[in-house]
């Protein structure tokens, strides 16, 4: 990325990217009388972490959950890489190479930490029932090597050690670094970390910093939110600031962390 900063509007997010893997567009969604993302709009370029970041009720929950498809958007659209994925199931969505983590992972029950990795591939022929059938050996090399990069990732996430444990026996922040290798099954075009530092101990959240940043120059792309400020500042770059449900700004850390309005909107303004 070039170190001279975009012609932006300061009011809102630089939309004048060369390379977007995610466009949001004028995304809206309420809950009864309760406004949560009001017409907001930014991109992601391809090959950044993106920090989503506002004070508790800007939306940043919501966004992500409209732009998995766990949501339903009432106007606006979302595209990924040039596709119009609005509206469109989660496991649609996930098949054009939008993947998301959640802030509580789903701990997957009766399996062992391999097994759970084994959810991450998309498009897994072993799903059809039909293949099951007629193209059983199709299912097997695809399990198999399902199987081996399972492995080869645990191995480069450095907890293989935990492969035969029980995903339930776990800890927290253990099961967060499976969440994010389990992710990298998937082959994401973008991934997007819901609060990866929530919940964990401090030698953990450097694993996972230095695993982002590991997948990163690797050229997998981030959007992710957090509370730690720390932990955004010290990984994102750029940040896009909510606040009420839209877009207040984006620019580098440094900008963000010393502007006016977002040091307002955190201590008292869109709560």
Known sequence: MSDAEPAVDPRGADLSKDDTVLRVEDLQKSFGAL?????AT?????????????????????????????????GGRVEVN??????????????HGLIRTFQTPRKLEGMTVREAMLVGPRKQPGESFVKLFTSPGEVGESESRNLAEAERILEEFEIDHLATQPATQISGGQMKLVELARAMLAEPEILLLDEPAAGVNPTLQNQLVEQIRRLNEQGTTFLLIEHDMDFVMQLADPVIVLDQGSVLMEGPPQRVQSDTRVIDAYLGGGA
Not at 35 to 39: I, K, N, Q
Not at 82 to 95: H, N
């Open 35 to 39: 406004v949560a993302t009001d017409h």
């Open 42 to 74: 930014f991109e992601v370029e391809c090959g950044t972490i993106t920090g989503l970041i506002g004070p508790n009720g800007a939306g940043k929950s919501t966004i992500f959950n409209l732009v998995s498809g766990f949501y339903e958007p009432e």
């Open 82 to 95: 040039g596709t119009d994925v609005t509206g469109m199931e989660p496991y649609e969505v996930a098949e």
